[in-house]
């Protein structure tokens, strides 16, 4: 596929990591966190931490959706389902997670309640006008990269007059997770580790633009290079990123320049503006309550709220006590450090949200990083060994 | 969650709709945040939605910024070897 595959050269990975390892300096210590979760699972996909330096570390951010959305969140779309009878279209990337009672979307779908898959929201658009003697509540969660076309549905559901379509927004923003990370006073007591910089999100930088980065760039003194979710631009990033640190820079640097401008893509931004409203907090798996960190309908489309329009209880909800998601997502810990990674939380039956989730840093590392570290060949217990010393 | 591909604009079908080629695949998308694109454009697609162009000058110049790191590579495995 043209503007993917030239990005994925072997020999040209190994010659970028190569600058990188020349670069570094040995006595220093880099943390450079990707913020994306489609980021943590490229590195992961392409065995980006065995080409890099050991005085180099990436830290997974919270940037997965579907990991920091609160379980209380969840529940309430669950609750949709089941008790008030509406059609929730929700993207596949929620079914399987599970909430209260080791409920999931997936379950209460088996159980008979109307849960549907969708690729857009614009299918869930379309759900509605077919069935319009049926409510239809479409799942809205994600990124800068997905609200655009949330906003974009709730304005057409106005213009064709439907009355039985409703949104659950959950959209989330990119800029005032990553100040919160830097500053918030609960992630402070949790602990952090010390960041040397950010690799920022490509697509979500597609609607942003790279104008919101500065801002902390410059208060924060960090350094921020906008990457691709191809290994070269993961590669080049990390690269750019060394350079800044031992040259004392704290820029933003646009390593997705074929997609990402200054100012982002204007029309998303304006759709995005006209539609959708800050909320004062919201609460984030991990991160507890973010000031400003997601948007909410504005009142003008008030019709088109589910949260206006249904009255659903929030419980909080207890997460399993051994589970460390939090931790991760903040890059304190590493999934090795959860007593139940890869037994009993594997992908199959993810027990916290970090395994749901492909992007989640606990999926991608079970996926392709749990045997790293590990010599086969003087493991007596493994069973390949064992066979061979019986032949 | 917020991954994207890239995609080539082969028939635009409304101002609102066109016809993608998704590596051989045939889709119809929404391109009503670039509405400027043209047959022949790659756009980047995320959940059925075009969110931006491809600059395909930029995407030239990223790869050329690749081809500089593999030229300084080599030239060192040339003056460790000679």
Same mark, same amino acid.
């Given at each position: 596929m043209k503007y993917v595959d030239e990005y994925r050269d072997g020999a040209l990975a190994r010659d970028i990591a190569g600058r990188i390892r020349e670069e570094v300096l040995p006595q220093k210590q880099y943390h450079f966190m990707e913020f994306c979760g489609g980021h943590t699972h490229a590195i992961f996909r392409y065995g980006i931490p065995d080409l890099l330096p050991d005085n180099l570390k990436m830290i997974h951010g919270p940037g997965c959706p579907v990991c920091v959305l609160p379980i209380s969140r969840l529940d309430a779309a669950i609750e949709l389902a089941v008790s008030h009878d509406v059609i929730l279209c929700s993207y596949g990337d929620m079914l399987r997670v599970p909430g /209260?009672? @080791? !409920? /999931?979307l997936l379950k209460v779908k088996a159980e008979g309640a109307d849960v549907r898959m969708v690729y857009s929201c614009m299918d869930a658009l379309r759900i509605a006008a077919e069935n319009p003697q049926r409510e239809v509540v479409f799942f809205a969660i994600g990124f800068e990269t997905t609200t655009p076309p949330t906003a974009l549905v709730i304005r057409q559901a106005r213009a064709q007059g439907l009355k039985n379509f409703s949104v659950y927004c959950n959209h989330l923003l990119t800029p005032a997770a990553i100040s919160n990370i830097l500053e918030s006073p609960e992630v402070r007591d949790l602990g952090i580790l010390p960041l040397d910089g950010f690799v920022g999100p490509a697509h979500v930088s597609t609607v942003i633009g790279s104008q919101p980065y500065h801002y902390f760039a410059e208060e924060y003194q960090k350094p921020v290079v906008i990457a691709g979710f191809e290994p070269l631009d993961m590669l080049q990033a990390i690269l750019m990123l060394v350079r800044q640190v031992n040259q004392g820079r704290a820029e933003v640097e646009n390593e997705f320049s074929r997609a990402v401008t200054f100012q982002g893509n204007l029309r998303a931004r304006a759709v995005v503006a006209d539609t959708f409203e800050l909320r004062r907090s919201f609460e984030w798996r991990g991160l507890g309550e973010v000031p400003y960190s997601a948007l909410r309908i504005k009142q003008e489309f008030a019709e088109f709220d589910a949260e206006k329009r249904f009255t659903v209880e929030y419980r909080s909800a207890r997460e399993n006590k051994a589970c460390e998601c939090g931790a991760i997502l903040r890059g304190? @810990? #590493? %999934? !090795?450090? +959860? #007593? $139940?990674f890869a037994d009993p +939380? *594997? %992908? =199959?039956? %993810? $027990?916290g949200s970090c395994m749901v989730s492909s992007e989640g840093a606990c999926a991608a590392y079970y996926s392709y990083? !749990?045997?790293? =570290? !590990? *010599?086969f060949a003087t493991d007596r217990s493994h069973g390949a060994t064992v066979k061979e010393s019986a032949i | 969650m917020c991954l994207a591909i890239p995609v080539r604009v082969e028939v635009i079908q409304s101002p609102d709709m066109a016809l993608v080629d998704i590596g051989g695949v045939r889709k119809s998308i929404n391109i009503a945040l670039v509405p400027d694109v043209v047959v022949g454009d790659y756009v980047i697609l995320h959940v059925g939605y075009a969110l931006n162009k491809i600059d395909p000058q930029e995407a030239q110049r990223t790869l050329q910024l690749f081809a500089e790191v593999d030229e300084v590579s080599r030239q060192q495995r040339l003056e460790n070897n000679p």
């Open positions: /209260s009672r @080791k !409920r /999931s304190v @810990k #590493s %999934p !090795r450090d +959860c #007593s $139940l +939380c *594997t %992908p =199959e039956n %993810p $027990l990083g !749990r045997y790293r =570290e !590990r *010599t | -």
